[in-house]
């Protein structure tokens, strides 16, 4: 039995059954079925299924923002933006994706030689609870205008956007078949991604999760994409416009409730701008209202569960027991609810939590250093490399960001954000594979040659 748990209030929104080995046998049944007949579906019947899927998607923004938000805690205003930037990335694909998937044609021996893009099957989405819609439609759109079909392992506290997600390809007239949501818990996965008919699998969660995954589908010899997390660093030099680049780092932190792969985590200060940065940052972390997310006067919301909120909590204690200064916050709210104060801790010697782990909440991390080389050697001093973000008005220095630090994607001068039209993921233990534009369309297809004399 899952639960849906609203995160502010803690009262039980609904209770959801989980499907029986049997019905998990037809829903794998019906996707394999669906697909012998979708992988020959043309590029223009693939297209109508999405453009009606985005039309579906903003029709019913105002419903499905305000069911995420009482699923998993997140602002209103940030989840209506959520399901707008869903229709946007199914109206791209739509556009793009016949152009991406084309013939390519390369030079040979004589006759006819070219590169096709086939599809490979039914695809498995092991999909997180933070971005309940984007995470799924941004795998979604592009496997299914490639011509797979998907099934969705949603996490189970937000089975109620999972079910909307199905309902929302159903309507727009999907084939039966051609994306079905599972409602399993974690431990019936591995028999899915072990069943010959799924091709291969997409997860975006936790580090262990990710191994677990890879490892199970490597003895498969299936092909996975992983995002799995980040400790994202935010770099200011002294030529940045430090107004803008408060204002934006507090919002690259704190967006989602803090829950965000892709937030600024590590706030790396250059010595010369480090006091007046950190005063700036203080001030407007401080004055965040932290309350009820369906108000829009509200800055912060309540962390997705109790557990979660916990572990950031312990987190933040050994890390100050460790040595590291608290700046501001550090405690959880009393009464209902999984809120958090807002909070900057700083001085993190290395043997601290902070330093090496993910701080998954609303909690930014100072370094003060001397220099651009101290810089990108402590940005680069991660396990993970998922995003990275700099501030500098110095051309030199810009391209020393862009060529040196080690992540999927470094942004100059802007937060870090992932957009359908560029390539997202990460390296090291932040996952492997990419999401999104050409890239992302290309992970599960067959990139067949084919040679005609």
């Not at 159903?170 to 991604?193: C, H, M, N």
């Amino acid at each position: 039995m899952a639960k849906s748990i609203n995160p502010a209030t803690g009262e039980t929104i609904a209770e959801y059954e989980e499907h029986s080995a049997a019905a998990v046998e037809v829903t794998l049944e019906r996707a394999d079925r669906a697909f012998q007949d979708w992988r020959r579906s043309r590029f223009a019947e693939r297209a109508a299924l999405l453009l009606k899927a985005a039309d579906l998607l903003d029709e019913r923004q105002d419903r499905l923002g305000e069911l995420a938000t009482r699923e998993m805690g997140k602002r209103l205003v940030e989840a209506k933006a959520e399901v707008a930037k869903c229709a946007a990335g199914c109206r791209y694909y739509a556009e793009e994706a016949e152009r991406f998937l084309a013939d390519d044609v390369r030079e040979g021996p004589a006759g006819r030689n070219f590169v096709a893009y086939r599809p490979l099957g039914p695809v498995l989405a092991i999909m997180p609870w933070n971005f309940p819609y984007w995470q799924v439609l941004r795998f979604a759109a592009p496997a299914i205008m490639a011509g797979n079909v998907g099934l969705l392992k949603h996490a189970s506290n937000v089975s109620g956007c999972a079910i909307e997600i199905e309902t929302i390809f159903r309507d727009a007239g999907a084939p039966e078949g051609v994306f079905q949501t599972l409602l399993v818990s974690s431990s019936k996965v591995e028999a899915i991604l072990d069943d010959p008919r799924v091709k291969a699998a997409t997860l975006t969660g936790s580090e262990p999760a990710g191994r677990a995954v890879a490892a199970q589908a490597g003895r498969q010899i299936k092909r996975t994409v992983l995002e799995l997390g980040g400790s994202d660093p935010f770099i200011v030099m002294p030529s940045a416009d430090i107004g803008k680049a408060v204002d934006v780092g507090v919002k690259a932190r704190m967006q989602n409730n803090g829950q965000s792969c892709i937030a600024a985590k590590r706030f790396i200060v250059h010595e010369d701008v480090y006091d007046d940065y950190l005063r700036r940052y203080q001030e407007k972390v401080e004055a965040m209202v932290v309350g009820d997310p369906m108000l829009e006067a509200t800055d912060m919301g309540p962390i997705a569960t109790a557990k979660i909120r916990d572990e950031l909590a312990g987190q933040i204690r050994r890390s100050i027991v460790k040595g590291a200064r608290l700046v501001t916050g550090g405690a959880i709210v009393d009464g209902p609810g999984n809120f958090y104060v807002p909070s900057i801790i700083a001085d993190i010697p290395l043997d601290a939590p902070a330093y090496r782990e993910e701080l998954f909440g609303p909690c930014a991390i100072f370094f003060k250093v001397p220099s651009i080389d101290a810089a990108i050697d402590l940005a680069n001093d991660s396990d993970f490399g998922l995003g990275s973000s700099a501030w500098t008005q110095e051309p030199a220095e810009q391209e020393r960001f862009a060529r040196e630090l080690e992540a999927g994607g470094t942004y100059i001068n802007r937060m870090t954000a992932s957009d359908q039209r560029m390539p997202f993921g990460g390296i090291k233990n932040s996952g492997y594979g990419r999401e999104l534009s050409q890239e992302g369309i290309r992970e599960f297809v067959n990139v067949k040659t084919v040679m005609v004399d």
